[in-house]
């Protein structure tokens, strides 16, 4: 049972040394009694303390990692109901159902959609996830769990029959597949099963009660990660049932609701495709940690990808790139340095400029905690003392004959303290605009700048 914030606070230090973030004890036990904060983060808590505050401490939904190396993926782990109170964290994964009796030029083709269909959007590579393969007595399922394991990523394997799933497992349980699925018929069978090769198992449910009674059972018999499957066969129920599931496990702490949620749509055709993706944007936006279609295709897996990045984004963090030297088009000692801050928007735009205007450069992007280059001037995280800084932190002056640096045009307040700060650089005013950069690069190039 869930502890009361009084009961956490008595277990605390007492000190409000404020380490954790929070200016009290008491503010930071409310925030782990609501599920929203880590325990870690109070580093003076006692074993003893720590002991008795685990459960209590533990997140609401447990996190389940599936699929293997680049193509590993978490689902579930989320502490709130709204992404404003905190952030989401493990990114619903988009998967697409194979039925074994499907033509094997399709079954190529979704195989290598899986695979290939991915999409950069502000450093971060977006694809699909998972592949479930539903054996429908072809004789192919193995076949098929074959193929699909070479791609790494995570599988759902589907079947009625026990000995078919434990020939699967016997090939895949390194990707630690979901077994589909338990109900209240088969999950004795289903859950050994789980629990000799240590992966996750699905428990399917026409109602919440019913894959409670069953996920129940499974944590009786010691299996720990369950992922839930309302059975709905229209969108308005599965939506429901998604936030009630979610409802169940973070307000109310029932344990049988606190697991990832996977979500197969209801009329799941080839010929809904479009439907399809709607209710998959439904699904995505509240609460599924999987989303299986009938297919995947460009034009609908790409905005449900940047939907769910949308979703999965921290608000309270800007996206940031990495600082440090960023080299675009083989830059030598004579190329110039241009610098700019860690928001990833910014970074994207003015490499971009330079790569267009093919002239090689070295970019060198400070941490800015992810502040766009006037506020995170305004704020004193980019001046020229940090700039200064970063260029000895980073020892670019080593790759350089020449020491040519470009600061952002915005930046024309503190030219006069860089170069005072740089007495041996060269140092010019960038365009206030990065479209211009292009054509400010070729002039400084051909040295009319
Ligand atoms: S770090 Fe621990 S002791 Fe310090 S204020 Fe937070 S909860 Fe209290």
Redesign the pocket.
């Known amino acids: 049972m869930a502890l009361k914030p009084l009961d956490i606070f008595k277990l605390?230090?007492?000190?409000?040394?404020?380490?954790?973030g929070?200016p009290?004890?008491l503010a930071?036990?409310m925030q782990i009694a609501m599920g929203k904060e880590d325990l870690k983060?109070?580093?003076?808590?006692s074993d003893e303390a720590k002991k008795q505050l685990s459960a209590a401490a533990a997140p609401p939904i447990i996190t389940i990692s599936i699929g293997k190396g680049e193509e590993k993926v978490n689902i579930g782990g989320e502490t709130v109901l709204f992404r404003h109170e905190k952030t989401f964290y493990n990114p619903t994964a988009i998967g697409v159902l194979i039925d074994d009796d499907m033509p094997d030029q399709r079954i190529e083709e979704y195989l290598q959609n899986t695979a290939n269909l991915t999409y950069e959007r502000v450093g971060l590579k977006l694809k699909a996830n998972v592949i479930a393969i539903r054996d429908n007595k072809s004789g192919k399922f193995i076949d098929i769990v074959e193929r699909a394991h070479k791609t790494s990523k995570a599988l759902i394997l589907m079947s009625h029959d026990i000995s078919l799933l434990e020939k699967a497992l016997g090939i895949c349980k390194d990707v630690r597949p979901v077994l589909y699925a338990a109900t209240k018929e088969n999950f004795e069978s289903l859950g050994k099963l789980a629990k000799s090769f240590s992966v996750p198992i699905a428990v399917k449910g026409k109602t919440i009660d019913e894959m409670e009674q069953v996920a129940g059972k499974l944590q009786g018999m010691g299996i720990e990660e369950i992922v839930l499957c309302p059975e709905n066969t229209n969108i308005s129920e599965l939506f429901k049932n998604l936030i009630l599931l979610r409802r169940k496990a973070i307000m109310k702490r029932v344990k049988e609701c606190g697991y990832p949620v996977l979500a197969f749509l209801p009329d799941l055709k080839v010929e809904n495709y479009i439907k399809e993706a709607l209710n998959a944007a439904i699904c995505i936006a509240k609460y599924a940690s999987i989303v299986i279609l009938s297919q995947l295709k460009g034009e609908t897996l790409f905005p449900l990808l940047l939907e769910r990045l949308n979703i999965f984004t921290d608000p309270q963090r800007p996206m940031a790139t990495t600082e440090g030297i960023y080299e675009i088009g083989r830059p030598g000692p004579e190329s110039p340095v241009l610098v700019t801050s860690n928001f990833s928007l910014t970074y994207f735009i003015i490499s971009g400029e330079i790569e267009n205007s093919r002239i090689p450069a070295y970019l060198l992007v400070q941490d800015t905690e992810g502040l766009s280059v006037l506020t995170a001037w305004a704020a004193d995280k980019l001046n020229a003392e940090t700039i200064a800084a970063l260029i000895k932190k980073t020892k670019i002056e080593e790759k350089l004959g020449t020491k040519k640096l470009i600061i952002p045009g915005v930046l024309a307040q503190i030219l006069g303290e860089l170069e005072e700060e740089l007495p041996d650089w060269k140092i010019s005013l960038g365009p206030r605009e990065a479209a211009y950069l292009p054509v400010f690069l070729k002039s400084l190039d051909s040295g009319q700048v």
């Open positions: 605390l230090p007492k000190t409000n040394c404020k380490e954790c929070y009290t004890c930071f036990s983060k109070c580093p003076y808590v």
